[in-house]
Nanobody, 118 residues
């Protein structure tokens, strides 16, 4: 129902910044929540941040004050501004979108790698 494409990952030094973007297509008018998750090898995928259709964000504790999620409804795009990056932020980051009447898990993008290393 919804197709997601992420961009913006890469290699950055500790303390640096990156901005991830995710563009949605398809039944975007049905999206009520968008978010970013991350996963490292051998661990389950975890929520980083999500934002609902009225613009209310929720953050995982370790990224509060460092990451900011925003949703550009006009362009069907959600972004994640990541500042003060730490080595622990290294992971594959996935965009997620949940649509009205859809399954609880929602739709996923293909992922974009973020590596924080000196």
């Amino acid at each position: 129902q919804v197709h997601l494409v992420e961009s913006g990952g890469g290699l950055v030094q500790p303390g640096g910044s990156l901005r991830l973007s995710c563009v949605a297509s398809g039944k975007t008018h049905m999206i009520h929540d968008m978010g970013w998750y991350r996963q490292t090898p051998g661990k389950p995928r975890e929520l980083v941040a999500h934002i609902n259709y009225v613009g209310r964000p929720t953050y995982e504790d370790s990224v509060k004050g460092r990451f900011t999620i925003s949703w550009d409804n006009a362009n069907d795009q959600v972004s994640l501004q990541m500042n003060s990056l730490e080595s622990e932020d290294t992971a594959m980051y996935y965009c997620n979108a949940k649509v009205a009447g859809g399954d609880a898990e929602g739709s996923w993008g293909q992922g974009t790698q973020v590596t924080v290393s000196s």
